[in-house]
């Protein structure tokens, strides 16, 4: 009788601590799995940003400097 009470109560120890093992794994796998998704997306629509600012910056020294160019050509003329 001890030994099936004593059986019984191992059982649902050790079922509780596989339980929080396995939870615990998951939660952390869960968590790098998002933050390696999440990571990648930020890195996406950053690197998008940043090309999108950089395009602007080149496009208005660009404009700055054909202006210029074209006045001084312009203005040389006879």
């Known amino acids: 009788m001890v030994d099936i009470v004593m059986g019984i109560m191992v059982d649902i120890v050790m079922g509780i ?3 929080i093992v396995v939870s615990i794994m998951e939660g952390i796998l869960v968590d790098i799995m998002v933050g390696i998704v999440m990571g ?3 890195g ?3 690197s998008i ?3 999108i600012l950089v395009d602007i910056m080149v496009g208005i020294v660009v404009d700055i400097m054909v202006g210029i160019v074209v006045g001084i050509a312009v203005d040389s003329m006879p």
Do not use: K, N
């Open 17 to 19: 601590m596989v339980g």
């Open 40 to 42: 990648i997306m930020v």
């Open 44 to 46: 996406i629509v950053v």
């Open 49 to 51: 940003m940043v090309g």
